[in-house]
């Protein structure tokens, strides 16, 4: 009878914790506090940087075999991945070791490590490596193990690319087609919204708008945050957003500011070498380290500019820059 019950706690076990797993699932996702404190490996971050953003948080542990094993895929999904709007995050839920920094530095680790840190509404059940991946719009797409998620990747990329249904979340009955057409692709939809600002005794008609307008403070929480850290993106996406809801003039100002930089124009080319260099690795060709190099020292000069918004620029294209793994044959 001992041995029976043996048996059946580990099946309630994994139960419960699928159970936990499949409730996170289409949640809004609490991201953590990234303190300096909690900070073990790689660059930085700041949950508003993160916003529009598909990430991808591992828990893990350095004696832990799987862990381990996992780490040159995530690595590999954030190089493929890192120059358009994705991040491995990982917590490390194990105690601090000399080995940890060691192993992250031989396995050519660019994104950012914490320790301990979790997210509310998907936190580890216990078993490690776990991973939950969060889409754009700030929801949990899964959670499992990480092998289970990477192919989900491709597809929560494939909706940063073509656009989300911004009203997605909403069931919808009266405005079900608004549903296909309301979608975060930059061509105007704050026509179709518009006509439903006056039916103030219509609840859906006022969900709607609701929605429409959580959304757009959204996407000027990420452009701010861009604003800091990555101006050249910044302009993209305001752009995107003003053509999307031109009654927009949050960043008239700012827009001023960047189309008075010199120094940014020139990296607008600069980019276009860096994402065809990342288009090239991506697509699994040799790159050169010739081209790598030759990339790294223009940023170089670029960070030394006087103009903090060049600084800034160069600096988030040198991070896509030596992501790119050069062939040793070129």
Request: charge should be positive.
């Amino acid at each position: 009878m001992q041995n029976r019950n043996f048996h059946i706690f580990p099946i309630v076990a994994i139960c419960a914790t699928l159970s936990m797993a499949q409730a996170a699932v289409g949640d809004k996702a609490t991201l953590p506090d990234f303190n300096q404190s909690s900070h073990l490996y790689g660059s930085t971050v700041k949950a508003k940087d993160l916003r529009g953003k598909v990430i991808f948080f591992e828990y893990w542990g350095i004696n832990c075999p799987p862990c381990r094993a996992s780490m040159p895929h995530l690595q590999a999904l954030q190089s493929k991945y890192q120059s358009k709007g994705f991040t491995v995050i990982g917590s490390h839920m194990q105690g601090s070791s000399p080995e940890i920094q060691k192993f992250l530095k031989q396995n050519k680790v660019t994104f950012p490590v914490y320790q301990g840190i979790s997210i509310s509404e998907a936190q580890c059940p216990g078993g490690i490596p776990h991973a939950v991946l969060i889409g754009a719009n700030g929801k949990i797409v899964a959670t499992g193990s990480p092998s289970s998620l990477y192919d989900k990747v491709e597809a929560e990329m494939a909706k940063v690319t073509s656009g989300y249904a911004i009203l997605g979340e909403l069931e919808l009955k009266k405005y079900k087609g608004l549903a296909k057409t309301v979608i975060s692709t930059g061509k105007n939809i704050e026509a179709k919204i518009a006509p439903l600002r006056d039916k103030t005794d219509d609840t859906e008609a006022a969900e709607i708008c609701k929605a429409f307008d959580a959304w757009i403070e959204d996407e000027k929480c990420t452009i701010q945050g861009l604003c800091d850290t990555n101006p050249l993106e910044a302009i993209v996406s305001i752009n995107r957003l003003k053509a999307a809801v031109p009654s927009v003039d949050d960043f008239n100002e700012k827009m001023g500011e960047f189309q008075k930089s010199d120094g940014l124009k020139k990296l607008f080319d600069v980019q276009k070498k860096v994402k065809a260099l990342q288009a090239t690795h991506d697509k699994g060709r040799p790159v050169s380290a010739s081209s790598v190099n030759s990339l790294k020292q223009l940023l170089e000069m670029a960070q030394k500019s006087s103009d903090i918004h060049v600084q800034r620029s160069a600096s988030a294209l040198m991070e896509e820059v030596s992501s790119i793994e050069p062939d040793a044959k070129h």
